[in-house]
C-alpha cells in the first residue's frame, strides 16, 4: 500500500522537490526502506524528531511514548 503511494508520489516530485513523511514510531522505520528503495539512499536529507509530551507510563511498558518523527527525501 504504501510503497504505490510513495512510487506514484516519486513520479511526480519535480527533480529539486523534497517529501516530508510523518508516521508513528510503529512504522517509520519500514517506510525509511522504503523511501531508501524507492527514492535511492543517497537522497535521505534527514529525520526530525521532536518531543511531544513528557514521558509516562505506557501500559504495562516502562517507558511512554513520547516522540513524533518526521523522514525528509529529495
Not at 27 to 48: A, Q, S, V
Request: glycine share 6%; net charge neutral; charged share 25%.
Amino acid at each position: 500500500f504504501m510503497k504505490s503511494r510513495l512510487t506514484i508520489a516519486r513520479e511526480l516530485l519535480s527533480p529539486d522537490g523534497v517529501i516530508f513523511v510523518h508516521l508513528d514510531y510503529n512504522e517509520i522505520h519500514y517506510c525509511k526502506i522504503l523511501m531508501d528503495e524507492i527514492f535511492g539512499r543517497d537522497n535521505f536529507i534527514n529525520e526530525i524528531i521532536w518531543r511531544r509530551k513528557q514521558a509516562t507510563s505506557y501500559g504495562n511498558s516502562k517507558f511512554g511514548i513520547t516522540n513524533d518523527t518526521i523522514s525528509l527525501a529529495s
